[in-house]
């Protein structure tokens, strides 16, 4: 269950996702209402939060949509920690959590800040401009993976930490990827190419210099928009630290263009980019982890 929860000025959903205002809920001079027993709202947790922490003076309407298969507490915890490390990089915009917990009719929620999107996606300049400034400002000192595991869509997504780029992409995403259509298909033609791949991989690295950075994760089209400024907005992430290029695994699907990548590169201006060679069987590899993933 999603409801949409109208706080005064401020549009909220739960249950399946929350939002929570970025501008002030309570107008000046403003008189609150006398609020309800804390016990009487315990039986609703995304109520009290919004009431007690949201400092919200009344919810006036619930409105009831569809959250699909992603609805997990685990779910929404990796979501609201991938979220949180995409804003404390204080560079492209995404919706701040506040709050995730289960529901004690079944279920969970998250609650998050409400961004009042526009009509299109934003400047894909721009959209490349932060991308790449949240790339370059977050780095791990962990190496590649994350504190969770998450989800990409609803497909597990296995954040072991390793110190060698290598090694985490072959074992937790194109090796992991190739189990799981092995076991869901049972073909195991593909599974035995894919470890083939993964044994002469190595070589596609060489030279490239890797620095692991914070990673959206499941940057396609339906992730992406813009607040009603025109800024880009990107949200519902996959997130963990890996190789930058990683990141366009779903440009198939993202509708980059020219600005955004010559806006990204410039942006980056990393070494790496010097050395041309073994690009294409990287992009190659990249697409085809994701594409076993949708």
């Known amino acids: 269950m999603l409801a ?97 917990g289960p529901l004690p009719s079944g279920g969970s929620f998250i609650i998050m800040e409400y961004i009042e999107f526009g009509s299109s996606r934003g400047d894909q300049s721009v959209l490349g401009k932060k991308l790449a400034e949240m790339h370059k400002a977050s780095k791990s000192n962990k190496g590649f993976g994350f504190d969770v595991d998450n989800t990409i869509g609803s497909t597990p997504q296995i954040n072991t930490w390793s110190t060698d780029w290598v090694e985490f992409f072959a074992e937790h995403r194109l090796g992991y990827q190739l ?61 963990y630290y890996g190789h930058n290029e990683a990141e366009f ?11 955004f990548y010559n806006s990204y590169f410039e942006g980056i201006a990393l070494e790496v980019y010097e050395h041309e060679k073994g690009r294409d069987g990287l992009n190659f590899i990249f697409r085809g982890t994701s594409n076993f993933s949708v």
């Open 249 to 259: 695994g779903m440009s198939w699907c993202a509708g980059f263009g020219g600005s």
């Open 179 to 239: 189990k799981l259509a092995r076991e869901q298909y049972g073909d195991s033609t593909i599974y035995e190419k894919g470890q083939r791949l993964i044994k002469n991989m190595g070589a596609l690295f060489e030279n490239v210099i890797i620095e692991p950075c914070l990673l959206h994760g499941d940057l396609w089209s339906g992730n992406i928009s813009s607040d009603k400024n025109g800024e880009p907005v990107i949200l519902d992430p996959a997130c």
């Open 4 to 100: 949409k929860q109208h706080l005064g000025h401020g549009v909220f959903s739960s249950s399946s996702s929350s939002f929570f205002p970025s501008r002030p809920l309570r107008p000046p001079k403003t008189i609150l209402p006398k609020l309800s027993p804390m016990a009487a709202l315990s039986e609703d947790p995304i109520k009290e939060w919004i009431i007690t922490q949201g400092k919200a003076t009344q919810i006036t309407r619930i409105s009831p949509v569809g959250g699909g298969c992603i609805n997990r507490p685990s779910m929404f915890e990796g979501e609201a920690l991938g979220l949180s490390a995409m804003y404390d990089t204080k560079s492209i915009r995404v919706p701040r959590p506040f709050k995730v």
